[in-house]
Each structure stands twice: as structure tokens, then as C-alpha cells.
């Protein structure tokens, strides 16, 4: 029985470990982890991996807040369809060069631009409240969170952001029973893995006007898992982030478009894959242009070109 038990112990430890999804990935994952197993005659580990349990989505994508506006109805809603725990956090993140948003508690990790980036963040948790801070969605249903903010008079004209993060909890009975951890067989070792799904939009509190301006440095040629890329430098200058999307267009058509960039004030600047529709022929010259989205008529910040080699 004490075996058993502490397999059981063992099978939640592991969901403990599992990382949470970065801001950018709004969908689950399923995970699997090697194990030594503890006996040197224990021949193999096998390790069956459940699915995530929900598929959740949140909307707005994106909230400022300022002088004018202090309060946002954030909507989280479950596209499974078994009911699903979430809690909700506050959660600071930094933004590399790369573009690659990494938690402001493992940049220690990314060596000392990463330290450096962290160093420049300025946090909105002391002006920010959200509520509740955990739901249950039923399947097919969605629920609010409101979302206040705070900023007193005299206060500097810097941009501050958090991240509003929302992350599935495991349900209770997860894990394995005593039964099936007793049913492996002699010298295995079996375990099941729950992946924890997590979403995550920036919530921006802001003192004054934003002041950032944008440009367009070095780009070449890249590859993403749909296949041929460009990579696009966005460059920025001032005190806040900017926001926006890119398009790729040739003289007869548009060949590439990424639709919700943003480069925040901890990156001077960073880099930006925009998958192509087409392979790009040898000399054929590309135009970038990098166009605010803040749900008016396009604005554009900035634009560069690019000749295929």
C-alpha cells in the first residue's frame, strides 16, 4: 500500500513539473518525460500521455489602459467540451530580442540579455486588479473577468504591463489510481501525464501619450514549419511599445502577412518571422511595411525592402 501510494504521489509531482505554455501559444500540448526508473533491473518506462482537457480562448487580445479608460471585461471561454478549472494571475514577462516572450522568473536562464531585458520591465501589477482568480467554465460556455486600473496623478508618462495569464487546473482525480499503478508490469514504470494549457494577454497601463516611433532594419530569408519565412528587424524608439501587423507585398501581390506584433519598451528591437504564401524568385524585390492595429484605419510606422538573392 505504501507503494502504491507513492506512485500516486509521484504521478502528481510530475504534472507539477510540466511548463506552461509561452504568451504567444494559445493551444494545449500533449508532453511525455523520460524517467529512470529506481531498480537497475527495471527494463522500461512507459509513460501513456492523456490529453489536455480543455481548449480555452480569451478576448480582447490586448488592453490599454489610461487616463480616459480604467476598467475591462476580459472573457475567457471554453471551446471543450468537459467543464474546466482555470486560474488567473498576474504574471510580468520580458520581451528578447528574438521576440520570444520568456517570464521575468526564468530569464536568469537566457544568460545576460535576458537579465537585461528583465531589468527594463516595468510592472503595472501595483496598479492592476483582477477578478476572480479562478473560474469554471462549462463546456461551450465562457465567463468574465474584470479587470481594474489605477494610476495616481503625477505619475511618470512610462509605460507599465503585466501579462493577464489564464491557466487550466488539473481536475482532482488525476493521476493514476492504486489499482492501475499495481496492474504495470514487473520492473516498468507508468505514469500519466496531463499537459496544463495557459493563455496570456498584456494588459498596459500608461501615464501619458504614447510616443514610440518605428523602422525597419535588416531583413533575410528564413524558414518556419509551414515553410519558407522572412525575417523582419522592427526597430523602436521611445517610451512605449508598439503594436501592430507586417505585410509582405511584391509589385503585382501580397506574399506574407503577421498580424499582431508587437515590440515592447525593453527591446530596442527585435526580430519578426512573416511566413511567405510563395517562394520568393531570385531578384524580386519585397516591401515590408509595418502598420499600427488599434482597430481604426491602418497606420503605417514603418517600411523597408528586401530583394530575394
Known sequence: ????????????????????????GA????????????KADAAQVSVPVQAAAANINITPRRVIFDRTKRTEAVYVFNQGTTPVAVDVALIDNAMLPSGEIVPLS?????GAAGEAAGAKVRSAKPFVLAAPSRLTLPPGQGKTIRVR???????????????????????PDTGLTAEQAAAAEKGELVLRIQSVFGISIPLI?????????????PMAAATVREG???????????????????????AKEIVGVARGIAVYPEADEREALVPLLRPLKKGEVVTATYSADDGKKPVAIASGTYTAP
Not at 500500500?1 to 504567444?24: C, E, G, N, Q, W
Not at 526564468?106 to 537566457?110: I, K, N
Not at 501615464?207 to 532594419?217: L, Q
Not at 519558407?228 to 511584391?250: D, H, W
Open 1 to 24: 500500500m505504501k507503494a502504491d501510494l507513492a506512485m500516486k504521489r509521484y504521478s502528481r509531482t510530475m504534472l507539477a513539473l510540466l511548463p506552461l505554455l509561452s504568451p504567444v
Open 27 to 38: 493551444w494545449a500540448q500533449q508532453a511525455s518525460l523520460p524517467i529512470t526508473a529506481p
Open 106 to 110: 526564468r530569464l536568469g536562464e537566457r
Open 149 to 171: 486600473a489605477t494610476l495616481a496623478d503625477g505619475a511618470d508618462t512610462s509605460e507599465y504591463r503585466t501579462h493577464l495569464t489564464v491557466t487550466t487546473v488539473p481536475a
Open 205 to 217: 497601463v500608461r501615464g501619458g501619450e504614447p510616443d514610440a516611433t518605428g523602422s525597419i532594419g
Open 228 to 250: 519558407p519565412a522572412l525575417s523582419v528587424t522592427l526597430r523602436r524608439k521611445g517610451t512605449t511599445s508598439l503594436y501592430g501587423n507586417i505585410e509582405l507585398r511584391t
